[in-house]
């Protein structure tokens, strides 16, 4: 078909509407963020930590907020992963106590960064 964009350049397209960094660091870890419809919808979910390959999947079809608290949700991941938090906290399920931490902390610890721009420029320069 004329016109149709294929996967990638859909994907590319998304990722500068979305403004999103190819990398984000997590502590010394540099993550790539992935906008990956494909891979969410096969996995049922809006996002995805890779831990060893650093990697974190979005799905960029998700409304602007959704995707904004996916990425603080599977940030958390990290960490949980990179830290003594994963063995005292597991994250490895719907019902562990990692995940209703993350759960938790995510939607409150974005909305403070959101909220208050001018704490943000303080914690930043
Ligand atoms: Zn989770």
Wanted: charged share 25%; hydrophobic share 40%.
């Amino acid at each position: 078909m004329t016109g149709e964009t294929t996967g990638e350049k859909m994907t590319e397209k998304m990722t500068k509407k979305l403004k999103l960094p190819d990398i984000i660091n997590i502590g010394p870890f540099p993550f790539e963020l992935r906008p990956d419809a494909v891979a969410c919808a096969a996995g049922n979910v809006n996002g995805s930590m890779m831990a060893d390959s650093q990697v974190i999947l979005l799905s960029p079809n998700n409304a602007k907020e959704a995707i904004q608290e996916t990425l603080m949700h599977e940030c958390l991941h990290a960490i949980w992963d990179k830290t003594y938090l994963g063995i005292k906290y597991p994250d490895t399920d719907n019902d562990s106590e990692g995940e209703l931490l993350i759960r938790t902390l995510a939607p409150y610890l974005l909305g403070l960064l959101k909220d208050n721009p001018e704490l943000v420029k303080f914690f930043c320069h």
